[in-house]
């Protein structure tokens, strides 16, 4: 089945604990990227990465780190968590950046 | 930046009648993208429609677009209870590889 996956889905962290949410894809997809999801303020996009090796910031990029070492998977980085990252995290593929693109389930994030 | 921008915020309508929401945006784009997202999951992908294109069908859905006016609308015919969510546009701006997405439309379906 083609899908996304996030691990984990639920967390709960403490502030400066670094932490890593991963993404995979099994669709051979090139771009992949993270959003986030805060009420009023509609996804915003974080990192996205074209292919591997090649990374670029989106919106909101401050405080998160991102690497794309194999094609299916892109992990997203927080080397010290803050408060105001607590939010809802998705992680989405596909072919290109200009088409449709598949989202994992999310990843609920709150940092205290 | 928030490219696009939908409009209303926020709809209740009756099962059965139509739904319009409208989405505006800043810059040229290569294509327009609704999503729909289901309380809290992952977004869905409905239509896509490129900057060349004015209206686009899919079922029940019907996606136009004005790229001089930077606006694109979605209309859900004949509603049902399993429409209400929220939607979203979003656009892929020329020259550019991000993908900007709007705050969103919660449409909510009245029994």
């Known amino acids: 089945e083609a899908q996304v996956t996030q691990n984990p889905r639920y967390l709960i962290t403490v502030t400066g604990k670094k932490l890593t949410v991963t993404c995979s894809q099994n669709?051979?997809?090139?771009?992949m990227s993270w959003y986030r999801q805060d009420p009023g303020l509609g996804l915003r996009q974080i990192y996205y990465?074209?292919?591997?090796?090649?990374?670029d910031k989106g919106d909101v990029p401050e405080g998160y780190k991102v690497s794309r070492k194999e094609k299916r998977n892109f992990p997203l980085i927080l080397e010290s968590p803050s408060p105001n990252q607590t939010s809802l995290y998705f992680c989405?593929?596909?072919?290109?950046?200009?088409?449709?693109?598949?989202f994992g389930p999310g990843t609920r994030l709150t940092v205290t | 930046s928030q490219q696009g921008e939908e409009d209303p915020q926020a709809l209740s309508i009756q099962e059965g009648e139509n739904a319009t929401m409208n989405c505006s945006y800043k810059?040229?784009?290569?294509?327009l993208q609704w999503y729909r997202q289901n309380s809290g999951r992952g977004l869905v992908h409905l239509i896509l429609?490129?900057?060349?294109?004015r209206e686009k069908h899919s079922g029940r859905l019907r996606v136009t677009l004005d790229t001089s006016k930077k606006s694109s609308s979605l209309l859900i015919t004949a509603s049902r209870a399993a429409d209400t969510a929220s939607y979203f546009c979003?656009?892929?701006?020329?020259?550019?590889?991000?993908?900007?997405f709007g705050k969103g439309t919660r449409l909510h379906i009245l029994p």
């Open positions: 989405a593929s596909s072919l290109a950046g200009i088409h449709e693109q598949y």
């Open positions: 669709m051979n997809h090139e771009y």
């Open positions: 990465s074209m292919n591997v090796e090649v990374t």
């Open positions: 810059t040229s784009i290569n294509n």
């Open positions: 429609i490129r900057s060349n294109e």
């Open positions: 979003a656009t892929a701006p020329n020259r550019d590889d991000k993908i900007i």
